[in-house]
């Protein structure tokens, strides 16, 4: 498996393991990313909120998604009932949580910078009271 392969899905069990120890239910989406119809990583939830979370980690400033994976990673969340949220975990900094209304558009991309992020996003402890 390719090392930032490797990183993304530690990253993500890292968040599961979080979600977990917070009471809620998560679990990580086999083939999120490889496979049709896994459009996202992590599903979460406890008796009052079910999320639908997209993992997305960056060593530089700003993350670009595309707004092709977003369209489906919304749908996906509809469909279930989920809430959907991304969390970023730019390097050396804490998980933050964005909406998807939140990235900018950014031509065939959407973005959202780390400077934003820690503006307009929402940590762990926010979240998952």
């Known amino acids: 498996m390719p090392k930032n392969k490797t990183k993304g899905s530690n990253l993500e069990r890292e968040l599961c393991l ?3 120890s917070r009471g809620y239910r998560a679990v990580r989406v086999a ?3 490889a496979m049709k119809n896994a459009d996202c990583d992590i599903i979460a939830g406890n008796r ?7 993992a997305k980690s960056s ?5 670009y998604i595309s707004k092709e994976q977003m369209n489906r990673f919304i749908s996906f969340a509809r469909i279930f009932g989920l809430e959907p949220l991304i969390a970023l975990r ?3 900094q804490e998980w933050v949580f ?3 209304n939140q990235l900018k558009e950014s031509g065939k991309t959407l973005s ?4 934003k992020a820690k503006k307009v996003g929402k940590k762990f402890e926010e979240i998952f009271k």
């Open 48 to 54: 009052k909120k079910k999320y639908c979370i997209e």
């Open 18 to 20: 979080k979600l977990i």
């Open 59 to 63: 060593k530089k400033l700003i993350k």
């Open 98 to 100: 964005v909406r998807p």
């Open 112 to 115: 959202m910078s780390l400077e």
């Open 90 to 92: 730019f390097d050396r």
């Open 31 to 33: 083939g999120s990313g």
